[in-house]
Structure formats: structure tokens, C-alpha cells
């Protein structure tokens, strides 16, 4: 079975409902909190990262 790529939808959903776990019954929960917000910063770095690159790209074109 194949690593297939969960939507940024799909994460953000499952964060948000870990935080609503950990809100709801505490600490047993944070482990899962914490690695999914992990995994929304990644993701968010790595979009960024993708956009530098191709502004750097667009402007090495035009000039």
C-alpha cells in the first residue's frame, strides 16, 4: 500500500477535531494534537517554500 497524500482540507479537519478532543478530555489526546499540528506547519512551510521558489523563478524570466 502506497503513502497517498491527505488533502490540506482533510488535516486541517483532523486538527481541528484533536483539538476538540484534547479540549474535551485532556491530555490523553495531546499526542495526536500535537503531531497533526506538526503536519499543518510542514505543509505550510513547504507551500511556502514552493511559492519562493517559482516568484524567484518568474523573476529570473522576465528580467
Given at each position: 500500500?502506497?503513502?497517498?497524500?491527505?488533502?490540506?482540507?482533510?488535516?486541517?479537519a483532523a486538527y481541528l477535531d484533536s483539538a476538540e478532543l484534547v479540549a474535551m478530555y485532556g491530555e490523553a489526546y495531546l499526542p495526536i494534537f500535537e503531531r497533526l499540528e506538526q503536519e499543518c506547519k510542514k505543509r505550510e512551510e513547504q507551500?511556502?517554500?514552493?511559492t519562493k521558489a517559482r516568484n524567484?523563478?518568474?523573476?529570473?524570466?522576465?528580467?
Amino acid at each position: 500500500m502506497g503513502k497517498d497524500k491527505i488533502s490540506d482540507e482533510r488535516l486541517h479537519a483532523a486538527y481541528l477535531d484533536s483539538a476538540e478532543l484534547v479540549a474535551m478530555y485532556g491530555e490523553a489526546y495531546l499526542p495526536i494534537f500535537e503531531r497533526l499540528e506538526q503536519e499543518c506547519k510542514k505543509r505550510e512551510e513547504q507551500i511556502a517554500l514552493l511559492t519562493k521558489a517559482r516568484n524567484i523563478t518568474n523573476k529570473n524570466k522576465t528580467n
